[in-house]
């Protein structure tokens, strides 16, 4: 069984056969009872969801001699034609193979000639974002006229990339991604019927895999029949797709908690090399997400081992964090599996450090000296005064660091009020002041502001230069200024 047999037997032939497009499939029914039919259309969404399929059911339907409560029969010459892929009047264009412009014109020209035996004739032009720009200016000028036998269809997956023109000519119809449930029931229903049997969490998993789309369902799918003899497992579809076991994943984070470095070495060695380790990372980032997430949710979910409720969220974040930034390397590692190991080994070794810092920083770090004078409140003379000095958290020390001769103005009492506020803001309990008149001057708030002031004024000269009214009032001018210029 190859994928196109699999594909092709199950591609809907009737609206009520599509997966996960309610809104659409109702929206095109109600306007084909309703006998107001518009004459260009657009589906957009991502690949697989059924963009063409659709286009194909609604062309069936609109030509369709015995059409019932909105569905085309599958029974007239029509649909029988356009089934078979033999309909005269049923044109199906790939843009990204035919984008140029005297290829848009020779279908064009097509356009004027009645259909030989439909109701509609219908161009169906996927991938239609390929197009150049010359050839949709000359679609333009027939859509804004068509024939009134004439329906164009477009599909896309980056409708960003057609012409406000062009769109605001179409009904434009948005293709959700299929569900995992979406996709889920689909397969066991084909699967039923083709007699193949399967494990329900098989299917859970070749959904997952397929990200939304119906038709990368259905080739995983043939995939995986190829390997299992009409027999799908969860164990097979883990191989194929190279899906590591939940538990392992489970016992890597279990380990991680409580810090069983023997015991995660033994989990190590049960990854084979088979194992995609980019998705052994992947599931444990959305591992780590759900227990997050649990923590804080109401509702609780219980298909996980529950101690892994207990690890505490701060670590959770830099579990996630640390893997975030590892995962980007995986792609182009020479040994993926080392990466994975050293990304662990930083998890163990790091929790607690970086936890310390971020405990201490956190408040801070997104302060600079500035935004933190607004903050304190230390009354105007003091607040102006500090503005020519700079500041800095520094483990447990703030090192504010001012020119020498303004380190007089400081007095003692001053600099106790700015420590007491400082620890209350840092949450830092001994948190000491250090003077530094190793000053740069650059750095300080006034300084700062004073920059920014002169680069705005640059700005706005340089834009008022560059504009055209000014041109105009220099050219304008200059005769008399020549002619009032003495020195020449
Ligand atoms: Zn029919």
């Known amino acids: 069984m190859s994928y196109l047999v699999l594909a092709r037997k199950w591609r809907p032939k009737t609206f009520s056969e599509v ?12 306007s084909l009872k309703s006998d107001s039919v518009h004459q260009a259309f657009l589906f957009t969404g991502t690949r697989g969801v059924g963009k063409t399929s659709l286009a ?29 892929g033999s309909s005269i009047d049923f044109q199906e264009i790939d843009a990204a193979s035919r984008r140029g412009i005297s290829e848009t014109k020779e279908l064009l020209e097509t356009i004027p000639y009645l259909p030989t035996s439909s109701k509609y004739k219908v161009y169906l032009i996927d991938e239609v974002h ?5 050839s949709f200016n000359s679609l333009l000028k027939t859509l804004e006229e068509p024939p009134p036998h004439v329906i164009f269809m477009f599909a896309t997956t980056e409708f960003e990339q057609i012409p406000p023109t062009i769109l605001s000519r179409c009904l434009q119809l948005n293709l959700n991604s299929v569900t995992v449930e979406g996709l889920t029931e689909q397969l066991s229903k084909i699967f039923s019927k083709e007699k193949i049997k399967f494990e329900k969490s098989a299917l859970d998993l070749i959904s997952d895999a397929a990200n939304g789309s119906i038709r990368d369902a259905l080739t995983i799918s043939e995939k995986i029949i190829s390997y299992s003899e009409k027999n799908i497992t969860e164990e097979i579809v883990r191989e194929v797709l190279g899906i590591p076991d939940e538990r392992l994943v489970e016992e890597l984070l279990l380990n991680l908690k409580d810090k069983n470095t023997d015991e995660l070495f033994e989990n190590l060695k049960e990854i084979s090399n088979d194992t995609s380790i980019k998705n052994i990372f992947i599931n444990l980032m959305n591992l780590i997400k759900k227990v997050s997430i649990n923590q804080f949710s109401q509702k609780k979910d219980n298909t996980f081992n529950s101690s892994l409720l207990e690890i505490d969220p701060e670590s959770l974040q ?12 995986i792609d182009d590692s020479p040994d993926p599996k080392g990466l994975f190991e050293m990304t662990l080994l ?54 504010i660091s001012l020119p020498e001769e303004k380190k007089n103005l400081l007095s003692e009492k001053n600099l106790k009020i700015i420590e007491n506020q400082l620890r209350d803001f840092f949450s830092i309990r001994d948190l000491k ?36 009214s000014y041109k105009k009032i220099v050219s304008e001018l200059k005769p008399e200024i020549k002619k009032f210029d003495n020195s020449e």
């Open 56 to 84: 194909r059911i609604l062309t069936k339907a609109l030509n369709c001699r015995n059409l019932i409560e909105g569905e085309p029969c599958n029974d007239c010459d029509s649909c029988n034609e356009i089934n078979a």
């Open 433 to 468: 002041i250090k003077i530094d008149t190793n000053f740069e001057l650059s750095t300080s708030p006034i300084n700062l502001k004073e920059e920014s002031v002169k680069r705005n004024e640059e700005i706005v000269k340089e834009k008022i230069k560059k504009s055209d």
């Open 346 to 399: 930083k998890m163990l070794a790091f929790d607690l450090e970086e936890k310390k810092n971020s405990s201490v920083t956190e408040k801070g770090k997104n302060y600079n000296w500035s935004d933190l004078l607004s903050e304190l409140k230390l009354g105007k003379v003091l607040s102006q005064h500090l503005m020519h000095s700079n500041g800095i958290l520094q483990n447990e020390k703030f090192i």
């Open 130 to 134: 390929m197009l150049t720009k010359e």
């Open 318 to 329: 830099i579990f996630y964090q640390l893997c975030l930034v590892n995962i980007e390397y």
């Open 19 to 30: 997966v996960g497009q309610d809104h659409v499939v109702t929206a095109l029914k109600n």
